[in-house]
């Protein structure tokens, strides 16, 4: 039997925090919440879902990595913070033929102007941001029609 695809969804910095983080911005789910409908949704498409957050920009490089070697179906990242500043993780995306989707809670162009940049979104196929937790379920459902 062919094994299950896998999806790999990667969070990074302060995302941990989630339910009690700036909730005005981020909303009330915890990341577990998120994980948990992610897992649900990606199995009823036919995908395993890969779900991990780290605060280390080195720990994310690994996972895209690892997405790589294993030919992952596709990388749904929240970069968080390193979406803005990390060159790193942009390359190591570049690297990958893995298509990877950027997903982000809040709408980083409406807000600080340091946020309008993302290194991330220049290596990603789709951007999803400003729905909030659902803006990972949007990134799934694209991800799993490629
Ligand atoms: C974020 C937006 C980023 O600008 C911020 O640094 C985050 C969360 C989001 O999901 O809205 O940590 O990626």
């Known amino acids: 039997m062919a094994e299950t695809p896998t999806i790999y969804v990667l969070n990074g910095p302060n995302l941990n925090l ?3 983080r700036e909730p005005e911005i981020y909303g009330s789910d915890t990341l577990d919440m998120i994980a948990e409908r992610l897992r649900s949704q990606g199995g ?4 395993h879902i890969e779900f991990r957050q780290s605060n ?3 720990t994310l490089i690994d996972w895209i990595q690892e997405a790589g070697a294993k ?3 596709a990388i749904l990242i929240n ?3 390193y979406t803005h500043t990390s060159i790193a993780i942009h390359d190591a995306l570049k ?3 893995v298509p990877v989707f950027e997903v982000h809670l809040s709408e980083p162009k409406e807000r600080e102007a340091f946020r309008h940049t993302s290194y991330v979104g220049m290596v990603a196929k789709e951007c999803f941001s400003g729905h909030g937790a659902k803006s990972y379920e949007l990134a799934l459902d694209a991800a799993a029609q490629l």
């Open 18 to 20: 989630l339910g009690t």
């Open 44 to 47: 009823n498409l036919g995908f």
């Open 56 to 58: 280390h920009e080195g």
């Open 71 to 73: 030919a992952a179906h």
């Open 79 to 81: 970069a968080a913070g």
């Open 95 to 97: 690297a990958v033929t």
